[in-house]
């Protein structure tokens, strides 16, 4: 647990069910996340050893909460920071992957289904704006030639406006109020 040698992570899904697979230092952790359990049926489910597998696992993730956007963003962060720690090998950032990689278990095995989801609500109410605003500076960067995004001095809304250059006067169509625009590429 000293240093992090090299990591990876994996998400591979199919119909059935999605885990991630993590390497710390030779030690394997295996974090399963089943979403979708119906395929679960005792009679016609292939006699296989993987079917085996997956039938034992659906049977132990039946009632429990399973992955959520929460746990990708958790997985997302814990790669990048057990990629950081590659390099500089600290102990504080060591002990963070870790307490993560438990709570990540701990969320996807849980039984108490509404406070998960109350959680992940929680998440996704600050996720949503920084979302949303990494979007819109994509399309500005994509319509730098066309277009040019300025917010309303009166509602507030944002605006796409044709790209024109220079000082000039926008009527904003939503609150019908005038307010002035300079363009300079
Ligand atoms: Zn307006």
């Known amino acids: 647990m000293q240093y992090l040698f090299g990591c990876f992570s994996e998400i591979l899904s199919n119909n059935s069910f999605r885990y991630s697979i993590f390497v710390v230092n030779n030690d394997i952790i295996?974090?399963?996340?089943?979403?979708?359990?119906?395929?679960?049926?005792?009679?016609?489910?292939?006699?296989?050893?993987?079917?085996?597998?997956?039938?034992?696992?659906?049977?132990?993730?039946?009632?429990?909460?399973?992955?959520?956007?929460?746990?990708?963003?958790?997985?997302?962060l814990n790669f990048v920071l057990m990629?950081?720690?590659?390099?500089?090998r600290l102990a504080i950032l060591d002990i963070?992957?870790?307490?993560?990689?438990i709570l990540m278990i701990y969320?996807?095995?849980s039984r108490n289904i509404y406070k998960r989801q109350l959680e992940n609500q929680?998440?996704?109410k600050v996720w949503y704006p920084i979302k949303s605003k990494f979007s819109l500076f994509?399309?500005?960067?994509?319509?730098?030639?066309?277009?040019?995004?300025?917010?309303?001095?009166?509602?507030?809304?944002?605006?796409?406006l044709p790209r024109r250059t220079g000082k000039h006067a926008?009527?904003?169509?939503?609150?019908?109020?005038?307010?002035?625009?300079?363009?300079?590429?």
């Open 30 to 76: 295996l974090i399963m996340a089943s979403k979708n359990i119906s395929f679960y049926r005792q009679s016609n489910q292939r006699r296989s050893t993987m079917g085996n597998f997956r039938e034992k696992l659906a049977r132990f993730m039946y009632g429990r909460y399973g992955a959520d956007q929460l746990y990708y963003c958790l997985l997302i």
């Open 83 to 88: 990629l950081i720690n590659s390099f500089l």
């Open 96 to 101: 963070t992957v870790w307490a993560i990689l």
């Open 107 to 109: 969320r996807t095995f």
């Open 122 to 124: 929680k998440f996704l």
């Open 138 to 160: 994509f399309v500005r960067v994509k319509e730098i030639r066309t277009n040019r995004y300025r917010r309303c001095t009166h509602c507030k809304s944002m605006l796409r």
């Open 170 to 185: 926008v009527t904003c169509p939503r609150c019908h109020k005038d307010f002035d625009v300079r363009v300079l590429l």
